[in-house]
């Protein structure tokens, strides 16, 4: 098969490198055109870039999916089979193009958690599972026929940093496994039953990040780790912005939702409606991370 790979970051990284290291025929990457990053605002390569050109295989780097030009492209590497892991939405033009098809990973276990950010929102929402799901792309975003799917249980410590690689690696999986299916024709698409309520995976917004202490300790628990490390949950404190990046739920304890309170052995605590979050990490504004012993040394103690 020859395979066209769409993707950016590193958790579609992981799987290029996955699919080259196993032996399948990339004839092509497509991913997003580089950055400006950093002080200097050097430019910037994708991380599929960089394993792309380390295994010398053609980069396109569209402003324009529907421009002529690159679909000529595309054209011209006579893909079979289109691979897309964390990239834009394709034009069916596109996506339509490679005879075998072209399918997707998504990191929720579909049809639960559509959208553009399933590894936080499982988290925003204090669920006990997820897991990967590799689709054939129609017209509706996460819609198409489900090939294969894996369940992952969600720890307790998990933050979106630690669950995102957890299934980055678990996809990476999935996807050599889809790979050899569809090769060995052995894989029947199932449309997706949609049997209970599902919940939406919508990007996330700067008002998203923003902390409500009227809500129970749970709740604002799993905010603040569903957000960690980026882009961090934020309240304010003696009028500056603050982002929680790790805390603890203490159902027991009873202070006013909001206020910041110094207990012994320089633990933060911060009131909810019920009960409260002691702050293990937090970044003030302007500031890099700390510790929340260190937080209460050199700011609490001027309140």
Known sequence: MRILFFGTPEFAACSLRQIIDHGFQVVGVVTAPDRPAGRGLNLKESAVKQVALAARIPVLQPVNLKAAEFQEQLRTLAPDLGVVIAFRMLPQSVWNM?????????????????????????LMNGEKKTGVSTFFLRHEIDTGDILLQESLDIDPEDNAGSLHDRLMHLGAALVLRTLEGIQQQSLTPKPQMVKTQLHAAPKIFPDDCRIHWDQDCEAVHNLIRGLSPVPGAFTTFQGKTVKILESRPWAELDFLPGSWHKLEHNRVVIGCSKGAVEVLTLQPEGKKKMAAADFANGWMHRV
Do not use: I, Q
């Open 98 to 122: 490679p005879p075998m098809g072209t399918f997707n990973l998504h990191a929720s276990l579909l049809p639960d958690y559509r959208g553009a950010a399933p590894v936080n929102r499982v």
